[in-house]
């Protein structure tokens, strides 16, 4: 049986997102995102399920660290979540008669359902736990009132449901990474996501070089973060996301002319848009027109060329 990591506990929008990804396998929990990794890189699992980006409150920065601090893995698929809310409370509580005057949760999570709090609960204390299940197993303990959690929650947990489909902006959405160990790839699709990280030197334009590099090729960049180099105080390292696949000969090329540009390179992944969003090809840019210009060279080289 193939063995799945997430990042736990039980209850979790990561066990929702890797029921999706990894349904018929054995999905286990692991208190971090850090452990997720370590799972993978142990043997302990053959993949791992991580959030990666919240259309909200942005990168999950503990997703994009643990992505550079060890062996490589590579993201194989993506799932794109809507994000929204339950909220749970004890399930002896009458929270009409007896509002909660704590509510617990993840910090992304109490971020989402501010406006929804100060209308609801104006007068319950917002309290930061490691987990939206971690706020619920408060709320067993005592040690919260109610909590803000995800939908599945509330199959682990006995806790009484105050309130669903909570949350201020309705299209509000996660995206989540299931990841392995190096192999082989996904094949192409035409909507596909290729994801690298680079170590660029601390100097004037270095940056603009490695992204005039996807324009110059016409590949449209989907994100871009940024997270300092331990240890090397000013040294930054860039996450860029970019459509196409590796196997494409523009992406190729790209790609050869970035790790030319840069002190290192990474390969996290290529694999199929959650959102099935095709890529966009711009006049001259395709992979035939790539594959043309090789063959002129070529050509060229040979002394062939009419």
Not at 133 to 146: I, K, P, Q, T
Request: proline fraction near 7%; glycine fraction near 8%.
């Amino acid at each position: 049986m193939v063995r799945i990591a997430f990042f736990g506990p039980q209850g979790t929008f990561t066990e929702q997102a890797a029921r999706v990804l990894a349904g018929a396998e054995e999905l286990f929990p692991v208190e971090t995102i850090p452990a997720a990794f370590e799972a993978v890189r142990s043997g302990a699992a053959d993949g791992a399920c991580v959030p990666v980006e919240n259309s909200v409150e942005g990168p999950v920065t503990a997703t994009l660290d643990s992505a550079v601090d060890g062996d490589p893995l590579v993201a194989v698929a993506e799932a794109l979540l809507p994000i929204r809310f339950t909220v749970l409370v004890g399930a002896d509580r009458d929270p009409v008669a007896d509002p909660p005057r704590t509510v617990a949760s993840h910090p992304h999570a109490l971020a989402q359902v501010r406006g929804w709090l100060g209308e609801h609960l104006p007068g319950a204390e917002q309290l930061v736990a490691s987990s939206t299940a971690a706020a619920a197993v408060g709320v067993l303990d005592g040690e919260y009132d109610a909590a803000v959690v995800a939908p599945v929650a509330a199959e682990h947990y006995p806790l009484k449901t105050f309130a669903t489909d909570v949350a201020d902006l309705a299209d509000a959405r996660t995206r989540f990474l299931l990841l392995r160990t190096p192999g082989t790839l996904p094949e192409p699709t035409g909507a596909d996501r290729t994801s690298i990280v680079v170590a660029a030197a601390n100097r004037t334009g270095s940056l603009a070089g490695l992204l005039t590099e996807l324009a110059m090729r016409g590949i449209n960049l989907t994100r871009l973060d940024a997270r300092p180099v331990k240890g090397d105080y000013g040294t930054y390292r860039f996450f860029i996301d970019f459509e196409g696949h590796v196997t494409e000969p523009r992406i190729a090329d790209a790609l050869a002319a970035m790790r030319r540009r840069s002190m290192s390179v990474r390969f996290l992944g290529s694999h199929p848009r959650a959102d099935g969003v095709t890529a966009t090809i711009e006049p001259g840019a395709g992979n035939d027109d790539f594959v043309a210009a090789d063959a002129w060279v070529e050509a060229v080289r040979k002394g062939e060329l009419a």
